[in-house]
């Protein structure tokens, strides 16, 4: 998938796609393939295991963010 594929797809800007791209390069969800104009992202595993791993990234962020989130009892 290209950069621009996935900002069509998610209908984000392409500063969100590079953000978002980056962080799942950074954390090995996705791998890139070449380089300039002819970028593509894929994932470099199997589904299933892609699929165990953005929901534990899910599940970390919703923590991350209960845990900086003020709570008035």
């Not at 393939?33 to 994932?43: A, E, F, L, Q």
Request: charged share 25%.
């Amino acid at each position: 998938m290209s950069r621009t594929d996935f900002v069509k797809k998610l209908s984000i800007t392409s500063y969100a796609a590079n953000k978002a791209l980056n962080e799942l390069l950074k954390e090995g969800y996705i791998e890139r393939v070449g380089s300039g104009p002819k970028t593509r992202y894929r994932i470099p595993m199997s589904d299933n295991e892609w699929i165990a791993n953005i929901k534990q990234m899910a599940a970390d962020l919703k923590f991350e963010y209960n845990q900086n989130t003020y709570h008035a009892n």
